[in-house]
């Protein structure tokens, strides 16, 4: 069984800048990521980083976000600069390990214009 602790969010103004983590325990995941999900809308990926490092991003938060994880730690990071209004969502770590996918509890980001 996999936990998955997330951390980091908030509210800061537009142009702001925001650091999630998520902390999992339990097992080491092969393939991580964030996804969001704004009132009256379907979830969404953010960002993706697999063991190698190997990464991968929505087209709206691209140079925007970064995703970088710790293997030692077993942690993933979501750095969010020059965050927009349209950027407010419940933020969700996911994890997979083997053929099994892991969510957090989700963490509030609210970007004030």
């Known amino acids: 069984q996999v936990q998955l602790v997330e951390s980091g969010g908030g509210l800061v103004q537009a142009g702001g800048s925001l650091r999630l983590s998520c902390a999992a325990s339990?097992?080491?995941?092969?393939?991580g990521g964030w996804y969001r999900q704004a009132p009256g809308k379907q979830r969404e990926l953010v960002a993706t980083i697999t063991r190698s490092g190997f990464t991968n991003y929505a087209d709206s938060v691209k140079g925007r976000f970064t995703i970088s994880r710790d293997n030692a730690k077993n942690t993933v990071h979501l750095q969010m600069n020059s965050l927009k209004p349209e950027d407010t969502a419940v933020y969700y770590c996911?994890?997979?390990?083997?053929?099994?996918?892991?969510w957090g509890q989700g963490t509030q980001v609210t970007v004030s214009s």
């Open positions: 339990g097992s080491i995941f092969s393939f």
């Open positions: 996911n994890a997979v390990v083997g053929s099994q996918s892991y």
